[in-house]
């Protein structure tokens, strides 16, 4: 048997060990509590980190602070350009709705009373006065369609104050992160600075390849689908093109989910002429974009494999939803060059020797975290 180890020495063992695992359930759950701040502040990072090319191009012909700013008010106007393009034919196609209902009941009248079946049905369960008791209950309903307003309202009204903090946020990392990175590495040695610059430099290279690649993919699939929908004659071409656009940001999925969303809508315009002509379209520019444009973008800016994508975006999306899923092809392109770089550093610990950079070669000088001169 070994030497008797001193009760001394348990009892600290055992009271480091518990202090460390309370701890650590602590800080989860200080985590868990402060979950949407944080997840705001990380969006603020992946924005921010996508500007930064934006703001150093700009930066080439006026002082960095101009520079944000001309990036930000850009970025504003994306928002209200879909507002524009987005609510006016809504509005204008549910007046003409709203206008046309005592139509389309008449219509309907009509055609029950004319067709011998619906008139049969009607006298054997009374379908007309079932329809006018719903009507008569109607206004009693009106208090739940009031209170589901509300909360509609309030989820938008909590929405907005959200996006305008993370757009503060991201004003604040824009203009300081930078001399926030370089003085954190200001504590690592020299040659440690000059490494974990590179990598955070390919970090925000390969962000900003790949948000670059998913809005030109996003407006191919909005003009592309606009197109299509404006030769067919459906309504609402503005607003189905920019939802799709939008849905398209999401990697493996968005596509499918934005193109049932647009075969619904040519169920109700020309069925099934219009849906089938869309059911073809969607089914072959999916194709295209999947084999052709999409691993352009993850294979030359991120070099992720599919499987990961679906797992990341998996991830992402349970964590912080659709803004969660959006982010998460990058984020895991961040997290591998990162781990990339860690594992390389440790090879050259233990060999001895420096190996060529995991990333690819050495940014040019006057990146994103270089010292401005």
Not at 94 to 109: I, S, W
Not at 195 to 212: I, K, P
Not at 242 to 248: E, G, N, Q, R
Request: charged share 15%; proline share 7%; hydrophobic share 55%.
């Amino acid at each position: 048997m070994g030497p008797d180890v001193p009760p001394s020495s348990i009892a600290r063992t055992v009271f480091t060990t518990t202090i460390t695992v309370v701890a650590i359930v602590l800080g989860l759950y200080l985590m868990y509590l402060l979950r949407k701040p944080l997840g705001w502040a990380a969006i603020a990072c992946f924005v921010a980190v996508a500007l930064s090319g934006p703001v150093a191009w700009f930066s080439r012909w006026m002082k960095r602070g101009f520079a944000i700013t001309v990036t930000l008010l850009l970025v504003l106007l994306v928002p209200v350009a879909v507002m524009a393009i987005v609510i006016p034919p809504l509005v204008r196609e549910g007046t003409h709705l709203v206008e046309k209902v005592p139509d389309y009941a008449r219509e309907f009248d009509d055609y029950v009373n004319n067709n011998e079946k619906l008139t049969r049905l009607n006298e054997e369960y009374d379908i007309t006065r079932k329809v006018q008791d719903w009507a008569n209950d109607l206004p009693s309903r009106i208090g739940d369609a009031a209170q589901l307003l509300g909360d509609v309202g309030v989820g938008f009204v909590n929405s907005i104050f959200a996006a305008v903090t993370i757009f503060i946020m991201t004003a604040f990392i824009l203009g300081s992160g930078p001399r926030w990175v370089r003085m954190l590495l200001s504590f690592q040695p020299p040659d440690r600075q000059r490494r974990f610059a590179m990598t955070l430099e390919r970090m925000s290279q390969a962000v900003g390849a790949y948000v670059a690649g998913a809005l030109l993919q996003a407006l191919i699939a909005g003009i592309t689908t606009f197109i299509v929908l404006t030769i067919l004659g459906i309504p609402f071409a503005a607003p189905l093109a920019v939802a799709t656009a939008l849905f398209d940001l999401i990697p493996m999925v968005g596509a499918t989910i934005g193109a049932v969303i647009v075969g619904i809508v040519t169920v109700f315009a020309d069925f099934p002429l219009d849906t089938i002509i869309w059911v073809i379209w969607a089914i072959v520019y999916q194709q295209v974009e999947n084999n052709l444009i999409q691993p352009r973008i993850q294979n030359r800016a991120v070099g992720i494999h599919p499987f990961g994508v679906i797992f990341a975006v998996l991830c992402g999306g349970t964590l912080l939803g659709i803004p969660g899923a959006i982010l998460a092809v990058p984020v895991a392109a961040s997290l591998q060059i990162l781990a990339k770089d860690l594992w390389q550093w440790r090879a050259e610990r233990r060999t001895g020797l420096e190996l060529p950079a995991a990333g690819g070669p050495e940014p040019p000088p006057g990146g994103t975290f270089a010292t401005p001169g």
